[in-house]
Nanobody, 124 residues
Framework: VQLQASGGGLVRAGGSLTLSCAAS????????MGWFRQAPGKEREFVAA????????KYADFVGGRFTISRDNAKNSVSLQMNSLKPEDTAVYYC??????????????????WGHGTQVTVSS
């Protein structure tokens, strides 16, 4: 099982980025998928998750309507559209997959598969 995240980069505050995560090794059409992030000196934190059916979706409070998670089961992928980015969004972003939606939203320590991170840097 491999998860390949991409789409990170350097953007100015107020800008947008779209992160993508492609899964391979097995089909994840019935798995929940999500995004986490880790800023320097901080613990990894939950960002967003989507059920295998496409709903429900859950977002961290700090998202405040700025991010949208979506998935394409045909492509075995999940994306995170990030708008109105702030300097505090600077972090390494990781995608995650687990057969249990609640594991991603409430028990990240038990997540089955993690992708390599992609760096997002937001300048002020």
């Amino acid at each position: 099982v491999q998860l390949q995240a991409s789409g990170g980069g350097l953007v100015r505050a107020g800008g947008s980025l779209t992160l993508s995560c492609a899964a391979s090794g097995r089909t994840f059409s019935r798995s929940a998928m999500g995004w986490f992030r880790q800023a320097p000196g901080k613990e990894r934190e939950f960002v967003a998750a989507v059920h295998w059916t496409g709903r429900p979706k859950k977002y961290a409070d700090f998202v405040g309507g700025r991010f949208t998670i979506s998935r394409d089961n045909a492509k075995n992928s999940v994306s995170l559209q990030m708008n109105s980015l702030k300097p505090e969004d600077t972090a390494v972003y990781y995608c995650a997959v687990d057969d249990n939606y609640n594991t991603i939203t409430h028990r990240p320590g038990r997540i089955a598969s993690w992708g390599h991170g992609t760096q997002v840097t937001v300048s002020s």
